[in-house]
């Protein structure tokens, strides 16, 4: 069936469901999973205001706590008996850095976890599994 799961996390709080609801699901399936994380870029505003040396401090502290909860994802991976790769890839488009994650890793399935704030909060905040599920062409597996 699927031989290669995409999840992506961020590190909150839902990180912890989708770690636990992929493993096991790719425990079933007999699935390796490609842990996900995408490491906000400073948009071209944020440059402006912010200082370069302070710039290269909070990059590097995104990247080192994209770094921090993939090793977590990989420990519990381990322990379930589930092959697992880390990606962490800098992106300005969430949404478009999932879909190409799911692309260049050869992934046939993409498993995310919805805050499921319904259209209100998806009007204020937006949703990146809704412009994950109509930019992909993968199947899309949400757990709410």
Same mark, same amino acid.
């Given at each position: 069936?699927?031989?290669?799961?995409?999840?992506?996390?961020?590190?909150?709080?839902?990180? =912890?469901?989708?770690?636990?609801?992929?493993?096991?699901?790719?425990?079933?399936?007999?699935?390796?999973?490609?842990?996900?994380?995408?490491?906000?870029?400073?948009?071209?505003?944020?440059?402006?205001?912010?200082?370069?040396?302070?710039? =290269?401090?909070?990059?590097?502290?995104? !990247?080192?706590?994209?770094?921090?909860?993939?090793?977590?994802?990989?420990?519990?991976?381990?322990?379930?008996?589930?092959?697992?790769?880390?990606?962490?890839?800098?992106?300005?488009?969430?949404?478009?850095?999932?879909?190409?994650?799911?692309?260049?890793?050869?992934? =046939?399935?993409?498993?995310? /976890? !919805?805050?499921?704030?319904?259209?209100?909060?998806?009007?204020?905040?937006?949703?990146? !599994?809704?412009? /994950?599920?109509?930019?992909?062409?993968?199947?899309?597996?949400?757990?709410?």
């Amino acid at each position: 069936m699927f031989k290669r799961i995409l999840v992506p996390i961020d590190g909150g709080k839902l990180s =912890d469901r989708a770690i636990q609801a992929s493993l096991e699901l790719a425990q079933q399936m007999g699935a390796a999973i490609v842990g996900f994380v995408v490491v906000p870029r400073s948009s071209p505003a944020m440059r402006l205001v912010v200082q370069r040396d302070d710039e =290269d401090d909070f990059d590097e502290s995104k !990247t080192g706590a994209a770094r921090a909860a993939l090793a977590g994802f990989e420990q519990a991976a381990q322990a379930a008996g589930v092959a697992f790769q880390g990606v962490c890839h800098p992106a300005r488009r969430i949404d478009r850095a999932i879909i190409e994650a799911a692309e260049a890793q050869d992934c =046939d399935m993409i498993f995310m /976890v !919805t805050h499921g704030r319904g259209p209100f909060g998806e009007f204020l905040y937006g949703s990146q !599994t809704k412009a /994950v599920l109509a930019g992909s062409k993968l199947p899309l597996m949400i757990l709410k």
